[in-house]
């Protein structure tokens, strides 16, 4: 089964960037479609962008359209999240999860990894 564990969060000043890491191990990464989420405190996880098993296809929830770029490099078994111009509201935890299902809904993702902070100052 694969286990996902991300990486690269942190506290950055508004307009700055920052790049997420979502590593896999223990199974075929390369067959899954994969996802970031975020939750920020008192609100739901919300969708944040997708990418296809073979990168081929990607899409962003339209808050973070023009400014974060997912990317995949199945050799590396590695999906990043960049992020540039931050703004306070892209504060949250950050997670990525696999596609099991149909659409870009919480519930169509699953082997969720344990989240990354993004804290973002004005």
């Known amino acids: 089964q694969v286990q996902l564990v991300e990486s690269g969060g942190g506290l950055v000043q508004a307009g700055g960037s920052l790049r997420l890491s979502c590593a896999a191990s223990?199974?075929?990464?390369?067959?899954?479609?994969t996802g970031w989420f975020r939750q920020a405190p008192g609100k739901e996880r919300e969708f944040v962008a997708h990418i296809s098993s073979s990168g081929s296809v990607t899409a962003y929830v339209d808050s973070v359209k023009g400014r974060f770029t997912i990317s995949r490099d199945n050799a590396k078994n590695t999906v990043l999240l960049q992020m540039d111009r931050l703004q306070p509201e892209d504060t949250a935890v950050y997670y990525c999860?696999?596609?099991?299902?149909?659409?870009?809904?919480?519930?169509?993702?699953?082997?969720w990894g344990q989240g990354t902070q993004v804290t973002v100052s004005s």
């Open positions: 223990g199974g075929t990464f390369s067959s899954y479609g």
């Open positions: 999860a696999l596609h099991y299902g149909n659409g870009y809904y919480v519930g169509s993702y699953g082997s």
